[in-house]
């Protein structure tokens, strides 16, 4: 049965209305940060591959990771991207200048 931070015991209605309160406050930011963590995962997971499928000799696993690792890395890059506008787009609200919010080139 879950339960919420002070220990009362929710049923499941009220959990997943509590969740979905939750999940739909989330930042455009937030996600951005979590999807940047996310791909380190990735990332270890396809260097820990491709390490082994070389030790291992499975040269087509090695190859698929290979390609893997060049989609990621795009993904990874337009991810990036986008952290620094929204980073110099909160700056911005923050109170700075137009001028020094944005960089003159990004990544």
Do not use: C
Not at 27 to 38: A, C, H, L, N
């Amino acid at each position: 049965m879950p339960t919420d931070k002070f220990g009362n015991k929710l049923t499941w209605k009220q959990f997943m209305a509590r969740w979905k309160e939750g999940i739909q406050k989330v930042t455009p930011f937030q996600q951005i940060k979590v999807s940047m963590i996310g791909f380190v995962i990735v990332f270890v997971g396809i260097v820990w591959g491709l390490v082994v499928t070389f030790l291992t000799h499975i040269w087509w696993l090695f190859v698929i990771l290979i390609g893997s690792g060049f989609i990621a890395s795009m993904q990874f890059l337009a991810i990036l991207q986008k952290y620094v506008i929204l980073s110099a787009l909160e700056k911005q609200m923050k109170g700075g200048s137009y001028e020094n919010a944005f960089p003159k080139q990004i990544a």
